[in-house]
DNA sequence: GCCAACGTTGGC
DNA sequence: GCCAACGTTGGC
């Protein structure tokens, strides 16, 4: 990879800022995983904890596709900007949440995420990326002049990650919240697999899980007439 | 542009 | 460690 240069387009406020991926950042170590397990039920709690985190193996990451100014700079970042960059690739950098974080240093290389419209006119499910770089140091954080930039932080103990993603394709159809949000009910009130669906359950969550039953069900619908 | 929901911060 | 105040998210 060439020496990084952010391409300086962008996606979601606390969500995600994309710049050209690369790979001459330092792999994030996961240095303090091991917790020591003075309580039996603590180390159960552990292993669920894992078993529970391991059986995601698909997201959802949200984006803005609209221009909007933040701190001088213009966050938009839809999915037409990720496929204009070289590789069709940027990193998902941006992200300042904890849960959202997390859910991003369990991604794994090759799984697929929706690439998800926010704070626009029309919100929804756009198209597929997958993950081509598992988590490492998202080296805004350190930069001043950058939107997120987080003075809390420190160069010998980075708070936030990112990750690489790439294109895959669209979508055959742009699948609105609103059509998701009426699955949603629908399988609430009488079962069916968008019942727990982090969009809904976890409304505000910039990087969410989605369970394979979930994942197959939504990209199902790209097949489907809108409801 | 409003504002409900909810995550974060900081005083105590 | 509680919780009120504050800030952010993101649909509408």
Same mark, same amino acid.
Do not use: G, I, L
């Given at each position: 990879m060439p020496p990084k240069k952010r391409t300086r387009s962008k996606s979601t406020r606390h969500d995600a800022q994309l710049c050209e991926g690369s790979d001459d950042v330092a792999q994030l170590k996961t240095g303090k995983r091991n917790r020591s397990a003075a309580v039996t039920s603590d180390v159960e709690k552990n292993k669920n904890d894992d078993a529970i985190k391991s059986s995601y193996s698909h997201w959802l990451m949200k984006s803005e596709p609209e221009s909007r100014i933040e701190n001088g700079v213009d966050v938009k970042f839809g999915i037409e900007d990720l496929k204009a960059l070289p590789s069709q690739t940027g990193c998902w950098d941006g992200?300042?949440?904890?849960?959202?974080?997390?859910?991003?240093?369990?991604?794994k290389v090759g799984q697929q995420a929706f690439f998800y419209h926010s704070n626009c006119k029309e919100p929804g499910i756009a198209g597929l990326m997958k993950i081509v770089k598992?988590?490492? /140091?998202?080296?805004?954080?350190?930069? =001043?002049? @950058? /939107?997120?930039?987080?003075?809390?932080? =420190?160069? @010998?103990?980075?708070k936030w990650s990112m990750v690489d993603v790439q294109f895959e394709r669209m979508t055959k159809r742009f699948i609105p919240l609103t059509e998701l949000k009426k699955y949603h009910l629908q399988h609430k009130a009488k079962g069916g697999p968008l019942k727990d669906m982090a969009l809904f359950t976890r409304a505000r969550l910039s990087v969410q899980p989605l369970t394979s039953e979930e994942f197959d069900f939504v990209l199902s619908l790209e097949n489907e007439d809108p409801i």
């Open positions: 992200v300042r949440n904890y849960q959202a974080r997390n859910f991003m240093r369990d991604m598992e988590a490492y /140091v998202d080296h805004t954080q350190f930069d =001043k002049k @950058d /939107v997120h930039y987080d003075p809390s932080s =420190k160069a @010998d103990n980075p």
